[in-house]
């Protein structure tokens, strides 16, 4: 929500939150001083730093699929980027890579900047506008140098060792092998939580931005548990435990008129559709109201299902299945027990059971948001 598309890049989305206009104005206000010149300048200095977060952002998902983990979307907000993974790494290796992977790509453009740059300006004036941006009238030389500063920034600040930070997961993916990932999990969102109380008690002295970001760190480390403690129960939790024998099921041929009662009379979300005991797609509740207004209470099932339903085994774990969901963007699998169909799993069975074996009411679950990769500004 509030979040458009710019692009989709080697079949990743690219969104930009709403509030990232803010950026634009915050640059633009922030070299004003030198009149409309100064304005655009700085409007423009903004979209090429967050250049480099999105860049930096690339960074995690090109080695996450590296390791066959798909990657849902790229966001960027004005605090950083994230990068939204279907799911946790599975080992440690993994994890520490896709972490180092967006400071790695920030390293890179500084030096890279720093080089090109140096090709036109003395290194001993690029690094006078570093240390006093504001000096001079901004021009080339202060774009180029603001673009190597701020790169520097995104790879240090990045890697301080605060979950949901880049840092935190290499801290985090460093602990693990030595100690268990709950523990490692639980160590390093203490430590996040340290640091975030340091950064919002520095906001009010200083940058209030720190505040903000101390907020963030905060929240994201119990997000993070919260996300591990969920993997764990979904991982020793086999789908077909989750498979509902009560929910519905209609043949092809059944009209909208005949399956409606049954459909209202439940809460499910997901029907499956049989044929001769086969199993060959799924009707979900709003495909039956678009369905029904579409063509009449007389239509068959059959043209309201879902054939390309995502398939999983009844011993396979209900992290499995989440991962299958998220892959492929179909909130629900069909679960099969050595060819034969079992039922179907949605989405909302995995949130449930999650909250049931968490003793909650709220499941902060990955199958909710995906895992994310950030980084800050």
């Given at each position: 929500?509030?979040?458009?598309?710019?692009?989709?890049?080697?079949?990743?989305?690219?969104?930009?939150?709403?509030?990232?206009?803010?950026?634009?104005?915050?640059?633009?206000?922030?070299?004003?001083?030198?009149?409309?010149?100064?304005?655009?300048?700085?409007?423009?200095?903004?979209?090429?730093?967050?250049?480099?977060?999105?860049?930096?952002?690339?960074?995690?998902?090109?080695?996450?699929?590296?390791?066959?983990?798909?990657?849902?979307?790229?966001?960027?907000?004005?605090?950083?980027?994230?990068?939204?993974?279907?799911?946790?790494?599975?080992?440690?290796?993994?994890?520490?890579?896709?972490?180092?992977?967006?400071?790695?790509?920030?390293?890179?453009?500084?030096?890279?900047?720093?080089?090109?740059?140096?090709?036109?300006?003395?290194?001993?004036?690029?690094?006078?506008?570093?240390?006093?941006?504001?000096?001079?009238?901004?021009?080339?030389?202060?774009?180029?140098?603001?673009?190597?500063?701020?790169?520097?920034?995104?790879?240090?600040?990045?890697?301080?060792?605060?979950?949901?930070?880049?840092?935190?997961?290499?801290?985090?993916?460093?602990?693990?092998?030595?100690?268990?990932?709950?523990?490692?999990?639980?160590?390093?969102?203490?430590?996040?939580?340290?640091?975030?109380?340091?950064?919002?008690?520095?906001?009010?002295?200083?940058?209030?931005?720190?505040?903000?970001?101390?907020?963030?760190?905060?929240?994201?480390?119990?997000?993070?548990?919260?996300?591990?403690?969920?993997?764990?129960?979904?991982?020793?939790?086999?789908?077909?435990?989750?498979?509902?024998?009560?929910?519905?099921?209609?043949?092809?041929?059944?009209?909208?008129?005949?399956?409606?009662?049954?459909?209202?009379?439940?809460?499910?979300?997901?029907?499956?559709?049989?044929?001769?005991?086969?199993?060959?797609?799924?009707?979900?509740?709003r495909d039956f109201k678009a369905h029904a207004d579409a063509h009449g209470p007389y239509a068959y099932v059959a043209g309201?299902?879902?054939?390309?339903?995502?398939?999983?085994?009844?011993?396979?774990?209900?992290?499995?299945?989440?991962?299958?969901?998220?892959?492929?963007?179909?909130?629900?699998?069909?679960?099969?027990?050595q060819g034969l169909f079992l039922g179907v799993v949605t989405e909302f069975d995995v949130m449930m059971l999650i909250d049931?074996?968490?003793?909650?009411?709220?499941?902060?679950?990955?199958?909710?948001?995906?895992?994310?990769s950030e980084s800050g500004t």
């Amino acid at each position: 929500m509030w979040s458009w598309r710019l692009a989709r890049v080697a079949g990743i989305d690219l969104k930009v939150h709403a509030s990232f206009l803010l950026v634009i104005v915050i640059g633009a206000m922030q070299w004003g001083g030198f009149g409309v010149h100064g304005a655009i300048f700085g409007a423009v200095l903004m979209l090429l730093m967050f250049a480099s977060v999105t860049l930096h952002e690339f960074g995690h998902a090109f080695v996450a699929r590296a390791f066959a983990i798909p990657v849902k979307d790229i966001t960027l907000y004005p605090i950083g980027g994230v990068a939204r993974l279907t799911r946790l790494p599975k080992t440690p290796l993994q994890e520490f890579l896709i972490a180092l992977a967006g400071p790695a790509v920030n390293v890179v453009l500084a030096v890279s900047l720093g080089l090109v740059g140096l090709q036109f300006f003395p290194w001993s004036d690029l690094e006078a506008t570093m240390r006093n941006p504001y000096s001079e009238v901004p021009g080339v030389q202060t774009l180029v140098a603001m673009l190597i500063s701020s790169n520097v920034v995104l790879a240090v600040f990045n890697m301080i060792p605060a979950l949901p930070m880049d840092g935190g997961r290499v801290f985090r993916s460093v602990l693990s092998f030595f100690m268990s990932a709950d523990t490692a999990t639980k160590v390093s969102a203490a430590l996040a939580r340290l640091l975030a109380v340091g950064f919002f008690v520095l906001g009010f002295y200083g940058n209030p931005m720190l505040s903000i970001i101390g907020l963030f760190v905060f929240f994201g480390a119990g997000e993070e548990l919260a996300a591990q403690k969920a993997a764990r129960m979904l991982d020793g939790v086999h789908v077909g435990d989750a498979v509902n024998d009560y929910a519905p099921r209609f043949s092809p041929d059944t009209t909208i008129a005949e399956a409606l009662p049954a459909v209202i009379g439940t809460n499910y979300d997901a029907f499956a559709v049989e044929q001769f005991g086969r199993f060959v797609g799924v009707v979900t509740r709003r495909d039956f109201k678009a369905h029904a207004d579409a063509h009449g209470p007389y239509a068959y099932v059959a043209g309201a299902m879902l054939r390309d339903v995502p398939r999983v085994q009844a011993t396979d774990s209900l992290e499995v299945a989440r991962y299958k969901m998220e892959e492929s963007e179909v909130p629900f699998v069909a679960v099969l027990r050595q060819g034969l169909f079992l039922g179907v799993v949605t989405e909302f069975d995995v949130m449930m059971l999650i909250d049931r074996l968490m003793g909650a009411t709220f499941t902060a679950a990955p199958s909710a948001r995906g895992v994310t990769s950030e980084s800050g500004t």
